[in-house]
């Protein structure tokens, strides 16, 4: 399993709010984990690299600039030329809930909408990060094995 | 690529060719203490970059001027790796790693890697697995690696055992020359910079500590240089990548870095013994009940930690023989 919690938090494209990204930063900092903070203006290139680099489990990305229809396919798709899409992809800002649904069906793995404590952000990285998640069918059979054999004995 | 998926021997191979995923992968491993076997196999292919450290007080341009020496050197066909530390808080174990900001426009271009580090509880301003985080990037191929330790004080020396290169960062905020003439930081440098040169004060800065170093002792063959820079206006660059040049080249010719290398490589011997035998003293060497009963009698003063601690060692040592 992995040691620590490492997350990118990353704002792509042209807005400058980056009061929210700073917050979901502060709360997964004293959550325990680690944090990569990009900072503002980032180019969606610029942030998938960086998250290959630094070998982060998730992506936060902050887009209240209503281009989200826009950046998070790119961070996708960009990540899938990488071969990197075991990198989970999650966000925030002000995402109409159609579109939440639309993001969420090509692989955006989770919106957080405005209002969300910083309490749920956490859960959901530590409960989606935690390995592992459903163990493969070829596993299970061969614990069930394990399981039987023991018994006969 | 799986997640989770334990790095194999087979990322080597990889590794050595400078495939970013898996040098991020093998980082991540030996960031997690898990990367011993690994870091065994890849020993014999390091030794060949050049490993750079900057240090200096929070705020003082570090990653600024990190930033502005890779691009020179990535203008000489270089190939560069930076491992930038940032401190892990001691209450919650998390980070927020922000030496990246500065960094951006680089971490595009091909011949560079960047990796962010928590210092994890390590004081001496990097992280306990740098070391071993420079290692991988020098395997990796890289021609030069550049540390940048968290923001430090005047004892957190640490980055002076791991390259062969020490520039010691200053602004004129940083004080007087007294603070110049006192032990620690400054003793490390090889290069000083006095960055922010375009504040106020800067000027005088850099003449005191040219006074304080003069009544230093030398060393033989290299005129320590103190240089002015504004790192964000990309000013004095220039001379601090020439002084960097010169005192590689005055450590080759001198055979100071050869001398060097060795010396903290027996030193890394050390480290490892000495973390083993702690690991060893955790698994309980003295038995439950006598640690009880120690407790009891050095509180009631029958017996003393000094006297104790030297019957234990003494039982330790004999024992492993």
Redesign the interface.
């Known amino acids: 399993m992995r040691g620590k919690i490492r997350v990118l938090v990353g704002k792509p494209g042209l807005d400058g709010h980056d009061r929210g990204a700073k917050v979901v930063a502060a709360a997964l900092r004293d959550a325990g984990m680690e944090v990569i903070y990009t900072g503002l203006h980032q180019t969606c290139e610029s942030i998938v690299e960086a998250a290959v680099q630094e070998d982060v489990q998730v992506i936060g990305l902050s887009v209240l600039s209503g281009a989200h229809m826009t950046i998070f396919p790119k961070v996708l798709k960009l990540l899938k030329a990488k071969k990197a899409t075991d990198i989970l992809v999650i966000g925030g800002g002000i995402i109409p809930i159609d579109d939440m649904k639309k993001l969420q069906r090509i692989g955006v793995r989770m919106l957080f909408g405005p209002g969300t404590p910083t309490s749920e952000i956490v859960d959901w990285i530590r409960s989606n990060t935690s390995e592992p998640k459903k163990p493969s069918r070829r596993a299970k059979r061969s614990v069930k094995k394990r399981v039987t054999k023991k018994r006969k004995k | 690529?799986?997640?989770?998926r334990a790095v194999c021997m087979n990322d080597i191979k990889s590794l050595l060719k400078g495939d970013?995923?898996v040098?991020?992968?093998i980082?991540?491993a030996v960031?997690?203490?898990?990367g011993e076997d690994l870091l065994e196999s890849i020993f014999p292919h390091t030794g060949r970059s050049f490993h750079i450290g900057i240090t200096g007080p929070p705020g003082a341009g570090k990653s600024t001027l990190v930033t502005s020496i890779a691009k020179r050197l990535l203008g000489c066909d270089k190939k560069v790796g930076i491992i930038a530390v940032d401190p892990?808080?001691p209450f919650?174990?998390?980070?927020?790693?922000?030496d990246?900001?500065r960094m951006?426009?680089l971490?595009?271009k091909d011949n560079i890697?960047?990796?962010?580090m928590?210092s994890?509880g390590s004081m001496g301003g990097l992280a306990q697995a740098t070391k071993d985080v420079a290692l991988v990037l020098d395997a990796a191929g890289m021609d030069y690696v550049l540390i940048e330790t968290i923001g430090v004080g005047q004892v957190e020396l640490d980055i002076a055992q791991v390259c062969d290169t020490t520039i010691v960062v200053l602004v004129p905020e940083s004080g007087d020359s007294i603070q110049a003439m006192k032990a620690g930081l400054l003793e490390i440098a090889d290069i000083m910079v006095v960055n922010k040169g375009d504040r106020e004060g800067s000027e005088r800065l850099v003449s005191e500590l040219k006074f304080a170093f003069e009544m230093r002792e030398k060393e033989a063959g290299w005129d320590l240089p103190i240089l002015k820079t504004t790192a964000i206006k990309d000013e004095g660059i220039e001379e601090l990548v020439l002084a960097l040049e010169s005192h590689e080249k005055h450590l080759t010719k001198t055979g100071k870095l050869e001398q060097e290398r060795k010396k903290k490589l027996l030193l890394r011997m050390h480290e490892l013994i000495e973390r083993r035998i702690r690991v060893h003293l955790q698994k309980k060497v003295i038995p439950e009940n006598e640690i009880k009963q120690l407790m009891e009698s050095m509180y009631k003063r029958q017996l003393n930690p000094y006297r104790v601690a030297k019957k234990i060692a003494r039982r330790i040592i004999r024992g492993s023989r």
């Open positions: 690529m799986e997640r989770f970013k995923r040098i991020a992968r980082v991540s960031e997690d203490g898990k892990s808080s919650s174990g998390g980070a927020l790693l922000g990246r900001i951006t426009d971490a595009l890697f960047i990796r962010s928590a994890r």
